[in-house]
């Protein structure tokens, strides 16, 4: 696997039994070693399911054991984000909630890699979860829009609450 100084494992999701060990990279270029169990991804996403039936590390020495294998579980390159994987992976692993802002004009473009991510590899619980997030924060229609310009005007004391 060449230069391991810039590998870290992850604090909360590398886990000794697990037995397959995900390597993603970090914008400023460490990688980050998540050791989870096919098991728990592959109940919740499809594509980690077909990954790991289709996919299997060489069983011969004549290829280098460590560009397959990590601390003796196999070892899969994905090109995400660490930081985005870890969330998607802390939700499955822990499940915990999507972090939700309500309202705050920020929160797309905070959870879009999630969303991405939960796209990517099929994982319709989280998926639903952002969209319902979404949808419960954001109106939906046009009338919508109206009525919640309209109180938040009331609420910041505007007398002009009428916009055409």
């Known amino acids: 696997m060449g230069d391991d100084s810039a590998l870290v494992k992850h604090e909360s999701l590398y886990f000794m039994d697990g037995n397959v ?6 914008p400023d270029n460490s990688r980050v070693l998540f050791r989870v169990h096919k098991s728990v991804l592959s109940r919740h996403s499809p594509i980690f399911s077909d990954m790991f039936d289709v996919c299997s590390p060489p069983r011969t020495t004549s290829e280098s054991e460590a560009d397959y294998f990590y601390d003796g579980a196999p070892l899969i390159h994905l090109p995400d984000n660490a930081d985005h994987l870890g969330s998607v992976l802390d939700i499955l692993y822990y499940q915990s909630d999507l972090p939700w802002m309500p309202r ?19 994982i319709d619980r989280i998926q639903a979860q952002i969209v319902r997030h979404l949808e419960s ?5 046009l009338s919508d829009w109206d009525k919640a310009e309209r109180d938040i005007a009331a609420i910041k004391g505007d007398s002009d609450t009428d916009r055409s």
Request: proline share 17%; aromatic share 10%; net charge neutral.
């Open 21 to 26: 060990v995900l390597l993603v990279p970090r």
């Open 137 to 141: 924060d954001w109106p939906q229609t």
């Open 104 to 122: 705050n004009p920020h929160y797309p473009e905070l959870i879009t890699p999630i969303l991405d991510l939960s796209r990517k590899y099929g």
